[in-house]
């Protein structure tokens, strides 16, 4: 899918990463900008538009003519704060959930540091600590991170689709194209796409099973 980062300070885009710049009082607009670009809905529009996508690649460009294709809503000033308050809401729980990720990696400095009676080094990095915590540890930060993103994807989508008054049927086509089909672009991907499903997504199945079938 797309990715899109909303940032107050100053910054160096690097080469074939697009910018979109604005005022201190664009910010509230630019904030909820990103969460759409970020949106299934916006990914499912661009695949349609961008040449590369479709075809096998490690990474998928989009230009910013692509980009203006897309259909952009005309948000009011409460639906520009719900946006905010969302995106706000996403930024401390990432922070949250690195900041619990850097514990432990932090937890692991200071038995180095008790091990070896010796002051840590300053110089040691964050991922070089990250490369020796355990494996158990290691997986824990990565299934952390990896329910953040699956959580902050749901709740982007849901405010995106509620904003366009997306039918139940066609949110169901997006989202499976977006984070099914279109990773299949990838074979590395096969095992994602392939898992057996949580006991959540057996009931989610089974609830639209039965209203199609009631219907």
């Known amino acids: 899918g ?18 979109i710049a604005g005022s201190k009082e664009d910010a509230p607009l630019l904030r909820a900008l990103s969460l759409y670009l970020n949106s299934s809905l916006a990914s499912y529009s661009l695949f349609f538009h961008a040449q590369e996508w479709g075809v096998f690649r ?13 259909p952009i809503p005309d948000l009011t000033l409460s639906q520009v704060e719900k946006r905010v308050d969302l995106h706000q809401q996403l930024v401390n ?9 850097f514990a432990i990696v932090k937890g692991v400095q200071m038995e180095l540091f008790n091990g070896n009676h010796t002051r840590a080094s300053e110089a040691t990095t964050t991922p070089d600590m990250f490369a ?16 953040f993103h699956t959580y902050s ?11 366009f008054n997306i039918p139940d049927d066609i949110r169901l086509l997006v989202t499976e194209f977006v984070h099914v ?14 898992r057996e499903p949580s006991e959540q997504e057996l009931l989610d199945y089974a609830r639209e099973l039965r209203d199609e079938l009631d219907s």
């Open 58 to 70: 490690q990474a998928r460009y989009v230009s910013m003519t692509e980009v203006r294709k897309l």
């Open 93 to 101: 729980a990432e922070e949250q959930t690195i900041a619990k990720a």
């Open 2 to 19: 797309s990715f899109v980062a909303f940032s107050d300070r100053d910054f160096v885009i690097p080469p074939r990463v697009m910018g």
């Open 153 to 163: 994807q749901r709740a982007i989508d849901e405010t995106i689709f509620d904003t």
């Open 132 to 147: 020796k915590v355990s494996l158990s540890q290691k997986n824990h930060i990565m299934k952390e991170m990896s329910a």
């Open 181 to 194: 089909r279109l990773p299949l672009d990838k074979p590395s991907a096969l095992k994602n796409v392939t």
